[in-house]
């Protein structure tokens, strides 16, 4: 979400005159765009803000805005942060930045009050021309005990169907062959009579787009109908990020998750069983708050069991203002690591054995560049949302441009992460 705000900023500010540099010291406005979900991303992002604040120092001219969940986190409080930032927007305000650059007053603004451009016609300005997020929805109504999102986000707010599709359309028409559908709980979505599987269904239909993805989906909301047209939809991508969190129900009730672990198991089993090849990956916390040796274990017998493709892993971080900042973080640090290492060489593993039993098959690959390590090599995504290094021969690689194609590939090789491949002859 987060990409795709900047790359929609990015397209606004182009629109109304700016041209983008990538030398700060060359800039008139320089804008850092914020996540909070996680301790790390926060410091990141305020040791970026540091960094960029001698520019500001050196060109008092230049105008230093610090926008999104951040701004919206921690408001004025900036301001005392670095004396040289001049604007804060929160979730709400992003796209109005253009109108607060024109008055060059120092400004904290974040409301979380619906805005008339929460969402915005206009196309994200994206580094990928080949792929693109578009936003469905914004916000979160769960409120799990460990994340700050609805705090920053706001409540659930959904787009209007027809928007979707007219984004999704426009997109094709500009030379891109896959969406991400994105929202922060894409099943709750809404409209008038029409749910997440009936968006599915018509950006299928609607429109010349070759690919669809979406993510992020809660397991609570994940319904039969959604699997059923993920199985049936022919533009669908056999890839469902399903965060699993903890494998224990114990955990996850202190998370306030809304399931059991039984209850995501019957999920996954459904969707395997209906879903032709499915890619399953998800996100996974260690060291939640009484979070015992068992609780851990439980965790580590729920990934050999579904076996994930891949996931995110993270250590537990107290996220100020959630409920879980309450909690005693009785789990000591040192603990936390040790449990994430494991599951990380645990999971490393499986992600090893199921790419090791596609050597030999073919996959449908789009073509989205080169691989940064061999500029002779060409990168890509299958449908189950793995990435795809195809060397060319010394011939080939002068001979053709396959960047925006869909092409076969037999693949060869494999690591944890990587898959390898050779076009077909």
Do not use: W
């Given at each position: 979400?987060?990409?795709?705000?900047?790359?929609?900023?990015?397209?606004?500010?182009?629109?109304?005159?700016?041209?983008?540099?990538?030398?700060?010291?060359?800039?008139?406005?320089?804008?850092?765009?914020?996540?909070?979900?996680?301790?790390?991303?926060?410091?990141?992002?305020?040791?970026?803000?540091?960094?960029?604040?001698?520019?500001?120092?050196?060109?008092?001219?230049?105008?230093?805005?610090?926008?999104?969940?951040?701004?919206?986190?921690?408001?004025?409080?900036?301001?005392?942060?670095?004396?040289?930032?001049?604007?804060?927007?929160?979730?709400?305000?992003?796209?109005?930045?253009?109108?607060?650059?024109?008055?060059?007053?120092?400004?904290?603004?974040?409301?979380?009050?619906?805005?008339?451009?929460?969402?915005?016609?206009?196309?994200?300005?994206?580094?990928?021309?080949?792929?693109?997020?578009?936003?469905?929805?914004?916000?979160?109504?769960?409120?799990?005990?460990?994340?700050?999102?609805?705090?920053?986000?706001?409540?659930?707010?959904?787009?209007?169907?027809?928007?979707?599709?007219?984004?999704?359309?426009?997109?094709?028409?500009?030379?891109?062959?896959?969406?991400?559908?994105?929202?922060?709980?894409?099943?709750?979505?809404?409209?008038?009579?029409?749910?997440?599987?009936?968006?599915?269904?018509?950006?299928?239909?609607?429109?010349?787009?070759?690919?669809?993805?979406?993510?992020?989906?809660?397991?609570?909301?994940?319904?039969?109908?959604?699997?059923?047209?993920?199985?049936?939809?022919?533009?669908?991508?056999?890839?469902?990020?399903?965060?699993?969190?903890?494998?224990?129900?114990?955990?996850?009730?202190?998370?306030?998750?809304?399931?059991?672990?039984?209850?995501?198991?019957?999920?996954?089993?459904?969707?395997?069983?209906?879903?032709?090849?499915?890619?399953?990956?998800?996100?996974?916390?260690?060291?939640?708050?009484?979070?015992?040796?068992?609780?851990?274990?439980?965790?580590?017998?729920?990934?050999?069991?579904?076996?994930?493709?891949?996931?995110?892993?993270?250590?537990?971080?107290?996220?100020?203002?959630?409920?879980?900042?309450?909690?005693?973080?009785?789990?000591?640090?040192?603990?936390?690591?040790?449990?994430?290492?494991?599951?990380?060489?645990?999971?490393?593993?499986?992600?090893?054995?199921?790419?090791?039993?596609?050597?030999?098959?073919?996959?449908?690959?789009?073509?989205?560049?080169?691989?940064?390590?061999d500029k002779k090599s060409w990168k890509g995504k299958s449908k189950g949302n793995k990435t795809v290094i195809i060397r060319d021969g010394p011939d080939d690689f002068l001979q053709r441009n396959l960047l925006g194609k869909i092409v076969s590939v037999k693949i060869v090789d494999c690591d944890s992460w990587t898959l390898f491949g050779e076009f077909e002859k």
């Open positions: 979400m987060n990409v795709y705000d900047s790359e929609k900023l990015r397209s606004i500010l182009l629109n109304k005159g700016y041209s983008l540099t990538e030398r700060p010291e060359k800039a008139d406005v320089i804008v850092l765009n914020t996540c909070c979900v996680r301790e790390h991303a926060e410091t990141r992002a305020l040791g970026r803000l540091a960094q960029l604040s001698q520019y500001k120092q050196k060109n008092p001219e230049v105008i230093l805005a610090m926008v999104g969940c951040i701004a919206q986190r921690l408001g004025e409080r900036l301001f005392e942060k670095t004396p040289y930032l001049d604007l804060v927007l929160g979730t709400s305000q992003i796209f109005n930045l253009p109108e607060y650059l024109e008055n060059k007053i120092k400004l904290a603004n974040v409301s979380l009050t619906d805005s008339q451009t929460i969402f915005t016609d206009f196309l994200p300005k994206r580094k990928n021309r080949y792929t693109s997020f578009v936003a469905i929805s914004r916000g979160c109504n769960n409120f799990c005990s460990y994340c700050i999102v609805p705090y920053v986000r706001g409540p659930e707010r959904h787009r209007k169907l027809e928007d979707i599709l007219r984004e999704v359309q426009l997109l094709t028409e500009s030379r891109c062959l896959e969406v991400m559908l994105v929202g922060q709980n894409v099943n709750s979505y809404k409209d008038k009579n029409f749910d997440f599987p009936d968006l599915l269904q018509r950006v299928n239909d609607q429109t010349d787009i070759k690919r669809i993805r979406f993510m992020t989906s809660h397991p609570k909301d994940l319904s039969l109908k959604l699997i059923e047209k993920m199985a049936e939809l022919s533009k669908m991508c056999e890839h469902l990020h399903l965060p699993l969190q903890s494998g224990s129900s114990k955990i996850l009730k202190k998370m306030n998750r809304g399931y059991s672990s039984e209850d995501y198991l019957d999920i996954i089993k459904n969707a395997k069983l209906k879903i032709k090849n499915l890619s399953v990956t998800t996100d996974l916390i260690v060291g939640f708050p009484s979070e015992r040796q068992d609780d851990f274990e439980k965790t580590l017998e729920m990934v050999k069991e579904i076996e994930f493709d891949s996931s995110f892993m993270f250590r537990y971080s107290e996220r100020e203002g959630t409920e879980a900042a309450k909690f005693e973080d009785d789990v000591p640090e040192k603990e936390k690591l040790r449990r994430l290492k494991i599951l990380i060489e645990l999971q490393k593993q499986i992600s090893l054995n199921k790419n090791k039993k596609l050597i030999g098959k073919k996959e449908e690959i789009l073509i989205d560049g080169r691989s940064k390590r």
